[in-house]
């Protein structure tokens, strides 16, 4: 018994892990990553940047344009505003669902909660990684760093 348990989660997580790497844009439009949202009352992500600074944790649905995405499976991005003055680190809730990792230019519209919090080496590193940089690059990171980022639920890209 204890056998089958353990091979349905493992196949669960085999399984559930193989569709979200292969996470692709299905149609011209709007595609939908996570829960399905809306773009109803999205504000530029350089509005709520600017009122995260009073309060710790703000729930916020922005839009911006996808700067990049995590190169290994698409489990972050990295979201810029409209004038990109301004940027976030996207990470997506209990690691649910990826993104396609070729969505880098594509306006986007994310839920979630936006904070700023302290990275440290380690993880920067490990972004860094993702993306491609080279061994140098990632050593040449040796200072924490303070960043806006989103645990979102939802994404909508608009693949024109």
């Keep these: 018994m204890l056998r089958t ?13 193989g569709n979200a790497q292969r996470a692709t844009f299905t149609q011209k439009g709007a595609n939908f990553f996570g829960a399905t949202i809306t773009a109803d009352g999205a504000i530029d992500l350089s509005q709520a940047v ?20 995590c190169q290994a499976k698409g489990c972050w991005m990295s979201l810029e505003d409209s004038k990109k003055s301004t940027s976030a680190l996207v990470q997506f809730k209990d690691y649910g ?7 880098g230019g594509k306006k986007a519209i994310v839920k979630g ?48």
């Design 50 to 69: 600017q009122t995260v600074s009073d309060v710790d944790t703000m729930e916020v649905k922005v839009s911006g344009i996808i700067n990049e995405v």
């Design 5 to 17: 348990i353990i091979g349905i989660f493992a196949f669960a997580m085999l399984a559930s892990c």
């Design 113 to 160: 909660f936006l904070y700023s919090s302290m990275t440290p080496i380690d993880e920067l590193r490990h972004y860094a990684e993702d993306k491609g940089a080279s061994k140098e690059e990632i050593a040449a990171i040796t200072e924490p760093k303070r960043e806006i980022k989103m645990m979102v639920e939802g994404v909508i890209i608009y693949n024109d």
């Design 97 to 103: 669902f990826f993104m396609p990792k070729d969505a």
